[in-house]
């Protein structure tokens, strides 16, 4: 049975709702608002934004409300009961800060928030995205909280900008969970505050990481769309234009595309050797020049160049011999599964189950990417191999393990 949501619930009381009055001023049923506050099921995308005003919180609040057993202080409406905040140490130090400036948001304190973010972001590839996610919404719903607390416009922001990067991390690890929905929200979230911080950056990874969502939906189509847009907002020479080129390369493989993908993927090569190795190559949004040659292995396995196959043999040759394989888990995981797809291509079999079931027993396969491990099982399925069974077994298996974490 589904956990009751009393910070939901003791919000509604708190204004003075019953279900039956909420329901009204929501224009839904009373039994809507008793599943809702069950746990049964959660809001409708397009119910959200009606039930965060009634109910006096921010989309980011409202999401603490359903998922978490306690949410932060919505307004200072002296009329209105607070909402407990579950706080931690690491919360408490920045509250400290707060008033050791003599500041409701200071300098400190957003200095801090964005370490915190970058360290996150920094944990991407090794922490799976279900852990992850927690320490993201703890940020976020604290960011969300210095909203309403007096700040110099430049404090607002950058309290915007930061805002927007932790909706944008939120958005990215509910993709790897394949909680769609949550994810359109969070970058609906992320390129708000990105529009009002006028931040390009940010837009244009909204659109980059929206493009990876619908590639791995299957709306190749769109993918490209996305990305061209994302290039379009990216700053020149920025991680974000890399990526988003890479993604429409990858959607352009997809559709059969080869001219504009052999495009895309010199391209690509050519604007991460001008660009350097990052300080944090982990950091989720600081392309990492070395995952061009990962891209290219993935973009030509889906493309049916048997090219793919030494892309991918170079990837898993420099990673796994050495500790990167501990840095970049997902990488090697993913360049299994396109050695695999080019070893189907070529007719050797036994090789790609091997392959494809080194990349699943890894357990560093999202559920995100699921869909490509699927690719494998059904060639090998069709062709009618001895291997298949086991190799379905794996493959269903994996599934049902807990969320790995990654890079895109």
């Known amino acids: 049975m589904a956990e009751r949501r009393r910070a939901l619930i003791e919000r509604r009381k708190a204004l003075g709702f019953t279900q039956e009055s909420l329901a009204q001023d929501l224009g839904v049923d009373r039994s809507t608002v008793a599943r809702w506050e069950s746990g049964k099921v959660d809001p409708q995308d397009w119910q959200r934004p009606a039930l965060a005003k009634v109910l006096r919180v921010t989309l980011i609040e409202l999401d603490s409300l359903l998922h978490a057993a306690a949410a932060p202080k ?25 008033r050791v400036s003599a500041s409701d ?54 309290l915007l900008v930061i805002g927007g990067w932790f909706s944008l991390l939120g958005a990215t690890l509910h993709i790897d969970l394949n909680q769609q929905d949550a994810a359109t ?19 244009a990874w909204c659109f980059e990481t929206d493009a990876w969502r619908v590639l791995t939906d299957g709306d190749y189509s769109k993918a490209a769309e996305l990305s061209a ?22 959607a352009f493989a997809r559709l059969g595309h080869s001219t504009e993908t052999y495009a895309a ?26 995952k061009s040659l990962a891209y290219a292995a993935t973009t030509l396995a889906w493309l049916g160049d048997p090219a793919a196959e030494a892309y991918a043999r170079e990837v898993i040759s420099r990673l796994s011999p050495s500790e990167e394989i501990s840095k970049w888990p ?35 396969v999202a559920p995100s990417n699921h869909w490509r491990a699927l690719e494998v099982v059904k060639a090998v399925e069709v062709r009618k191999t001895s291997d298949a069974r086991d190799l379905r077994e794996v493959y269903e298996g994996m599934r049902l393990q807990i969320a790995p974490s990654g890079d895109q």
Not at 185 to 203: D, F, G, P, V
Not at 269 to 286: D, I, K
């Open 185 to 203: 929200a969070r970058l609906r979230t992320a390129m708000t505050l990105a529009q009002h911080a006028e931040n390009s950056e940010i837009q």
């Open 74 to 98: 919505p307004s200072q409406d002296e009329n209105v009961p607070a909402i407990a905040l579950e706080y931690d140490d690491e919360i408490e130090a920045l509250e400290l800060a707060c």
């Open 330 to 364: 997902r990488r090697v995981a993913s360049a299994n599964i396109d050695l695999a797809l080019s070893l189907v291509a070529t007719d050797r079999l036994d090789e790609a189950c091997d392959s494809a079931q080194r990349a699943m027993l890894s357990g560093r």
């Open 265 to 290: 993927i010199d391209r690509v090569q050519a604007l991460s050797a001008a660009m350097g190795t990052p300080n944090r190559p982990e950091h989720h949004f600081q392309y990492d020049p070395a």
């Open 229 to 250: 847009t994302a290039q379009q907002l990216a700053p020149a020479g920025s991680s974000v234009e890399i990526q988003s080129l890479a993604q429409q390369g990858r």
């Open 105 to 158: 948001v200071g300098r400190e304190t957003l200095e801090r928030l964005e370490l915190t973010f970058h360290d996150l972001a920094t944990k991407y590839p090794t922490v799976a995205p279900n852990e992850l996610l927690g320490q993201v919404r703890k940020y976020a719903t604290y960011v969300a909280r210095l909203m309403d607390a007096k700040k110099t416009l430049a404090e607002h922001r950058q």
